[in-house]
Nanobody, 122 residues
Framework: QVQLVESGGGLVQAGGSLRLSCAAS????????MGWFRQAPGKEREFVAY????????YYGGSVKGRFTISRDNAKNTVYLQMNSLKPEDTAVYYC???????????????WGQGTQVTVSS
């Protein structure tokens, strides 16, 4: 079992930045790909970004590419999402997720955090 806890969400003005963190505990973090997803009220869960275990592979959803950066520190069992140039449409609950093996943009992850709210005001 892997437990994931997100932090770093909050209220920010449009154009601002936030950095989300996701701390993993429980089973070893080794070999797990990590992803970030988000869900706005009344909308389906949307892929944001993923990163492979070695950080050699990253991939972003079209709406955040060029503004968000995913990274990880395996020594700290933590994955990050740096969000810059935030827009009101980025408002959502952000979830991190973990899966053994190859990363994917599909929500077919084994473990999920409880989510952290990001609100971007105009």
């Amino acid at each position: 079992q892997v437990q994931l806890v997100e932090s770093g969400g909050g209220l920010v003005q449009a154009g601002g930045s936030l950095r989300l963190s996701c701390a993993a505990s429980g089973r070893t973090f080794s070999g797990y790909a990590m992803g970030w997803f988000r869900q706005a009220p009344g909308k389906e869960r949307e892929f944001v970004a993923y990163i492979s275990w070695s950080s050699s592979s990253t991939y972003y959803g079209g709406s955040v590419k060029g503004r968000f950066t995913i990274s990880r520190d395996n020594a700290k069992n933590t994955v990050y999402l740096q969000m810059n140039s935030l827009k009101p449409e980025d408002t959502a609950v952000y979830y991190c997720a973990a899966k053994k093996g190859v990363a994917t943009s599909r929500p077919s992850y084994d473990y999920w955090g409880q989510g952290t709210q990001v609100t971007v005001s105009s």
